[in-house]
């Protein structure tokens, strides 16, 4: 009978069950705030984005293909970021996900 060598790996150490931990924790945020917000982008919609001078999204619209940005037929929110640079919050121009507004105009509504 062959005696067994074979060594038990402790795949989960302290430092790798932290980062399993970690990005579990990462991606239910994440899902949460994607699922509460309706912050995913619709690829069957016309999207446009405003970048801040660190190159982050500030304002995102979405409205039917081929509409002008002048037209109130845009939904736009707005990306808030924390002194990380993480974003926490996103909020709706007006507080409405309605289809109502002007890309044009974004920087005057107020977001709630």
């Known amino acids: ?31 949460n705030v994607m699922a509460n917000s309706t912050s995913r982008i619709n690829p069957a919609l016309a999207t446009a984005v405003e970048y801040d001078a660190n ?10 293909p081929g509409t002008a940005v002048s037209d ?10 924390d002194i990380s640079g993480n974003v926490n919050y996103i909020k709706w121009a007006e507080g409405s996900a309605e289809f109502s507004f002007s890309w044009d105009d974004r920087s005057t509504y107020t977001y709630v």
């Open 1 to 31: 009978m062959a005696k067994d060598t074979s060594k038990e790996l402790d795949l989960f150490d302290d430092n790798s069950m932290m980062m399993m931990v970690m990005t579990v924790m990462i991606i239910a945020v994440l899902s």
């Open 72 to 81: 109130a037929s845009w939904r736009i929110r707005k990306l808030f970021y």
């Open 55 to 64: 190159n982050n999204a500030v304002y995102v619209g979405e409205s039917n």
